[in-house]
């Protein structure tokens, strides 16, 4: 066991385990912030995608020990305060999830593309998000909704989507 | 579902006074224990009489029963609608609460495409008598006509005066009131919500990852498990060396369990520990030695073999009309054709989990994601021998289901395993995707032999369709019928509408100890492919287009040739396409529905083939959500492009081949064609799924396109897109 300080979400957490255990579990188990979730294990799925300082991860592969507490992780819990970044609004508008057990991973992944690439073609956005498998197939949404949130995110002169 | 005209005055009386009980919705909640709420209220609900699927509280506060699972269906919306529209009031002022499978709400099995076939037109009752009950209620209150009065947005107003009262202020008196027998319903055009692209209420909660699953359920005290299922079905444990494993920091003790899945029931090892992490680890150490009973002998090479041999034995007779045999020897145009498909696993993105405790006096309580909660109960009383009314379950958010929910091994394995570890202890047992992947049940594969004979004009005179398939109900029921065709394993093949004379379809059973599943549209996922790429070899056969060679076989009036003209026109059908393109059409009839679909393909420089668009015609009858209608086909469509063109599973020396997304690929986005989905609802009681019936069509109108394209006839699945040529 060793202690590890984290920053997520722009609260500090003080916890203590092994050094090979998953950011992913750490988040979900330690923490307690449930949105995150386990698909595969293996970085294939992107279910478990978080931010690492604003770049998309996959935590299920991040062992905790890999983490400084200078590091900056958000979850889903920590995009918005109200649902209301312009990837969530228009997550809703466009009627994206069905089960919805992977879409904090694709929004992590979308809010992520958006801000690198505020106005991404198709193409930009399938290389982006073809790591988060959604088996309910909600892709063509996705691509309507990443499109809708940038001409959001352009309409309100906000960039950071909030 | 019987039971919803119940309400009683009593009852209705008994719930009136709940106020302050059942308000608060549970499952938003990312707090430690999620669904206290929940189960608070299934607790009452328990022990009352009546079946409560709207709950009016004189606080004003409303509570509707969502009976049937969400695993992303939508019957969170869609169920709840049902009452709300013939209640008026809009979804947003109501508490939508999953059922727990209490006796009193029927079958609460999320599956078939049948959520809301099932439920429309009792629970569209429920909700008039409610309405009926609170305008009269009003009207004896103001002491004007019933007439006069009419109820809008939670309240009854009076027309004359414009006075008006909410619903919570006329509970008292409505509870008084008797139940009208036959409430009148509302007529379709004044619907607010049913037909209307309602908003679902559950995706707030999955954008902002408050959306509790199965997977996020936690209980005070509880601790984890990894478990070691063999990898060859049916072995027996020989010897355990948890050594190892009790050294891994965090691990409490290893326990022997069994996994009961329908008739079958599996040994298992569980590690029990503090962190699921540290579960994990203490698996990855443990050395299990294995009787494999033999079947190890088992691998795909030799059972396809099998099955190809099997294709010349006569089978049982699934349908019999005119005469196939003298038919087809004397008609002056003939073929025969072989199709094959390959097992497959669901892979749900919620990898199968259960929390589950054993307490005092034989009594269960399980916390999961599961398409049907009344099973849950059912499965586990009858694995341990206990009445149904000692397990209580707690059904969660879905993360996809597809068929894989419907089986409850998941529950009985966390339930055995809890029972190991003591009473008092909550376990909470989550699968790795290995687990998911590798331990079944399948998606049976089904071989087609297929025969037809044409007249010298081209018509179809003859028709066969032999099935060669392991069945579901054989590997997980007990007692199976050996002497009769197997329906779900024909399913389709003989209620397709083509006015084909003569036709004698056929199966031939094949044994496996490998359990089977329905998967999303069972079957049909597979005679589809081989029954309308075969309709497809007959039109080439003919010389004639595939839209018009299916139409000649359409006379009467019909559901499918409604669909396929509607096709015809929202595809462009006659229109040329670029060149090195091609299109394929085809249609599926079955018992979740009905649905067409054409596919426009483009042969790249390299061979390799692009799926360009799919157009789809869906034919419900009456829709209820027409843009979540649009969603569930884009995702069939989805589902059945993998299935078509990624990996099967397949076995060697017993054990499944495939482990994870990187040897058992799901189609991602960057694969995702252009989809467009039409509704056909024309009004009418008879309603058709939303669910299943976009899968089908896919894989042969995929197939045909790709002949179209290529003058490549694929006859097995899955193909690989890049190797076609």
Redesign the interface.
């Known amino acids: 066991?060793a202690k590890y300080s984290l920053s997520i979400n722009g609260k500090k957490f003080s916890i203590e385990?092994?050094p090979?255990?998953?950011l992913l579990?750490v988040i979900?188990?330690?923490v307690?912030?449930?949105?995150?979730?386990?698909?595969?294990?293996?970085a294939?799925?992107g279910?478990c995608t978080v931010h690492l300082d604003g770049e998309p991860i996959r935590s299920c592969s991040t062992p905790v020990s890999t983490l400084k507490a200078a590091n900056r992780i958000t979850?889903?819990?920590g995009i918005s305060a109200n649902?209301d970044h312009a990837i969530?609004k228009a997550?809703?508008e466009a009627?994206?999830?069905?089960?919805?057990?992977?879409?904090?991973g694709q929004?992590m992944s979308a809010v992520a593309l958006l801000k690198s690439n505020p106005n991404p073609n198709d193409e930009d956005?399938?290389?982006a998000?073809?790591g988060?498998?959604?088996?309910?197939?909600?892709?063509?949404?996705?691509?309507k909704a990443i499109h809708r949130a940038a001409d959001l995110i352009k309409e309100s002169g906000n960039t950071t989507g909030k | 579902m019987q039971k919803t005209l119940n309400i009683d005055r009593r009852n209705f009386l008994k719930y009136s006074g709940l106020t302050g009980t059942a308000l608060i919705l549970g499952f938003s909640s990312?707090e430690?224990i999620p669904n206290r709420e929940v189960l608070n209220l299934s607790r009452i609900a328990e022990s009352f009489e009546l079946t409560p699927f709207v709950i009016i509280e004189k606080s004003g506060q409303i509570t509707i029963m969502n009976s049937k699972p969400?695993?992303?269906?939508?019957t969170f919306q869609s169920i709840p609608s049902l009452i709300a529209e013939e209640l008026e009031v809009p979804l947003n002022k109501v508490i939508i609460k999953q059922t727990s499978g209490e006796k009193q709400f029927g079958a609460q099995t999320a599956g078939g495409s049948s959520s809301v076939r099932g439920s429309y037109a009792n629970l569209r009752k429920t909700g008039a008598s409610a309405r009926e009950m609170l305008i009269k209620a009003a009207s004896q209150q103001w002491s004007v006509p019933v007439e006069e009065c009419y109820a809008e947005d939670v309240k009854v107003f009076h027309k004359p005066s414009g006075r008006s009262f909410s619903y919570g202020e006329l509970v008292e008196t409505a509870s008084r009131l008797e139940v009208p027998k036959n409430p009148a319903l509302k007529d379709p055009k004044d619907f607010k919500i049913l037909g209307k692209p309602v908003?679902?209420p559950?995706?707030?909660?999955?954008?902002?990852?408050?959306?509790?699953?199965g997977?996020?359920a936690e209980v005070q005290g509880m601790v984890y498990a990894s478990v070691e299922r063999c990898p060859v079905f049916g072995g027996k444990i020989r010897k355990i060396d948890d050594s190892l494993t009790l050294k891994v920091?965090?691990v409490k003790q290893v326990v022997k369990a069994q996994r009961t899945l329908g008739k079958n029931t599996y040994e298992v090892v569980a590690v029990i520990a503090e962190?699921?992490?540290?579960a994990l680890?203490g698996r990855k150490a443990l050395k299990v030695e294995w009787d494999y009973q033999g079947f190890d002998q088992f691998n795909t090479l030799d059972y396809e073999k099998n099955l190809r041999e099997l294709a010349k034995t006569e089978g049982l007779v699934d349908h019999n009309a005119g005469d196939f045999e003298g038919t087809f020897a004397q008609a002056p145009l003939k073929l025969e054709a072989f199709y094959e498909t390959p097992i497959l696993s669901h892979?749900?993105?919620?990898?199968m989990n259960c929390l589950a405790q054993w307490k005092e006096g034989d009594q269960v309580e399980i916390w999961v994601s599961s398409q049907g909660p009344d099973s849950v109960k059912r499965s586990v009383a009858e694995a341990f021998g206990i009445p149904q009314e000692n397990v209580k379950v707690n059904i969660f958010?879905?993360?996809?289901?597809?068929g894989r929910r419907l089986y409850q091994d998941f529950a009985t394995e966390a339930t055995s395993i809890a029972k190991a570890v003591g009473v008092g202890k909550p376990v909470k047992v989550?699968w790795?995707?290995e687990d998911d992947t590798q331990q079944g049940p399948f998606r049976p594969m089904t071989f087609s032999a297929l025969k037809a004979g044409l007249s010298s004009d081209g018509k179809a005179i003859a028709f066969q369709h032999k099935v060669i398939a392991p069945s579901i109900g054989a590997t997980m029921n007990k007692s199976y019928d050996r002497t009769k065709s197997d329906g779900t394993m024909t399913e389709g093949i003989s209620e397709q509408q083509y006015e084909i004379p003569n036709v004698k379809n056929l199966f031939v059973l094949s044994e496996t100890h490998i359990p089977m599943a329905a998967w999303r549209a069972v079957t049909s996922t597979t005679l589809a492919f081989s029954h309308e790429c075969f309709l497809d070899e007959m039109a080439v056969k003919a010389g004639k287009n595939s839209f018009d060679f299916r139409m000649e076989l359409l006379n009467k009036e019909s559901d499918t040739k409604r669909v396929l003209t509607k096709l015809r026109e929202v595809s462009g059908w006659d229109k040329p396409l670029p060149k090195g393109w091609g299109r394929g059409i085809a249609q599926w009839e079955f018992f979740a529905g009905l649905a067409g679909q054409v596919v426009e393909v483009s042969k790249r420089k390299d061979g390799s083939i692009k799926i360009e668009k799919v157009y789809a015609v869906i034919d419900l009858g009456t829709v209820v959500n027409p843009?979540?209608t649009k969603?569930?086909v884009?995702?069939?469509?989805?589902?059945a492009i993998g299935a078509a063109t990624k990996d099967g599973i397949t076995f060697e020396k017993g054990m499944v081949q495939q482990s994870?997304?990187?040897d058992n690929r799901?189609?991602?986005?960057?694969e995702?064609p252009?989809?467009e989905v039409h509704i056909l609802a024309e009004g009418g009681t008879k309603i058709k799924g939303v669910g299943e019936p976009g899968l089908p069509p896919l894989a042969p109108a995929l197939a045909n396109a790709i002949f179209n394209a290529t003058g490549v006839r694929i006859r097995r699945l899955p193909f690989d897109l890049d190797k076609i040529v």
């Open positions: 066991m385990a092994e090979d255990t998953p579990w979900r188990d330690y307690g912030l449930k949105g995150t979730k386990f698909g595969c294990g293996m294939l799925c279910a979850t889903i819990e649902t969530q997550w809703i009627q994206v999830p069905q089960c919805g057990y992977c879409q904090s929004i956005i399938d290389a998000m073809s988060n498998i959604c088996r309910c197939g909600t892709y063509p949404r996705i691509r | 990312s430690a969400e695993m992303g269906q939508g908003q679902r559950d995706i707030p909660l999955k954008v902002s990852g408050e959306a509790v699953f997977m996020d920091k965090g962190n699921y992490w540290a680890k892979s749900p993105m919620e990898p958010f879905n993360g996809g289901g597809f989550i790795t995707r843009d979540n969603a569930q884009e995702g069939a469509i989805t589902m994870n997304f990187h799901m189609v991602r986005i960057s995702m252009k989809v």
